[in-house]
């Protein structure tokens, strides 16, 4: 008698996954709630960071306001591949 077999169907379907693991656990997730989900429709989503704040400082009365600008870099996300 084998010990394992290959022509055993799934237990759940894909879609059933969604529907009772997928979808329970982000409803119940802190993250999601707190957070945005951002669908991608494409392979890659890239996001810009801000990777150095802008610098802040005392600044005598009348003075000038020195002005600088962040620095800003960019993340690119990538979608795994369904499989």
Do not use: Y
Request: aromatic share 2%; net charge negative; charged share 15%.
């Amino acid at each position: 008698m084998a010990s394992t077999t290959t022509t055993g169907a799934s237990i759940v379907t894909p879609e059933q996954v969604t529907e009772l693991i997928v979808r329970p656990f982000s409803q119940a997730s802190v993250a999601t709630r707190v957070g945005t989900v951002v669908p991608i429709d494409s392979h890659n989503l890239r996001v810009p960071v801000v990777s150095a704040d802008p610098s802040a400082a005392w600044t005598a009365e009348g003075a000038e306001i020195a002005v600088s600008d962040p620095t800003l870099t960019e993340v690119n996300i990538t979608r795994p591949s369904p499989g």
